[in-house]
């Protein structure tokens, strides 16, 4: 099937996504997944908090165009200003297909808990950066533009990311007087 049928991004941007290598992470002594924190265990390094056990793959840059939800917004709360930073990345089904970040079953192989480093624009400049910690990290996904029929079957053009930073990890640094 042609490209040109499965439609295009406008208002290009690039996301510098680091992806969660569970294995990785798995093997690292007094490390792993804590199910009752729904996050990965930190290691003890002779601080209160201790060092993350979170390993990541290589810098993965894809083409995105970029969706708002409350992006930068402010919103007052009792112990002063809260940031809210949700955002949603959109990207070209074709281009993970060319990826080769869908796999046999057809879904996407980027998953919940990969984190965001950087937006770009297309010629490589630094738009946005997010602090980690706490860290902008996908959190759902959603399949949407199934094209457009009189060109033939209607296939999935487009996945939505939803990211947002992380509230474990901010909950973390309030307790650790770092914010």
């Not at 869908?102 to 490589?124: F, N, Q």
Request: proline share 6%; charged share 20%.
């Amino acid at each position: 099937m042609s490209l040109a049928t499965r439609g295009r991004l406008i208002n290009k941007f690039v996301a510098v996504i680091c992806r969660l290598d569970t294995v990785a992470s798995a093997a690292v002594v007094g490390g792993g997944y804590d199910p009752e924190f729904d996050s990965l265990k930190p290691v003890a390094n002779g601080t209160q908090i201790g060092a993350t056990s979170r390993r990541e793959m290589a810098d993965l840059r894809l083409p995105v165009q970029l969706d708002r939800t409350n992006w930068g917004e402010n919103n007052p709360m009792r112990g002063g200003r809260q940031i809210v930073a949700d955002i949603v990345l959109v990207f070209h089904w074709p281009d993970l297909e060319n990826s080769g970040l869908i796999d046999s079953d057809g879904e996407p192989t980027l998953k919940v808990g990969d984190r965001i480093a950087k937006l770009e624009t297309v010629k490589g400049e630094v738009e946005a950066t997010f602090d980690n910690p706490p860290g902008m990290f996908i959190t759902g996904f959603e399949r949407a533009g199934h094209g457009l029929s009189p060109f033939g079957t209607p296939r999935t053009n487009l996945l939505f990311a939803y990211c947002s930073y992380a509230k474990v990890a901010i909950a973390g640094a309030v307790a650790a007087g770092g914010i």
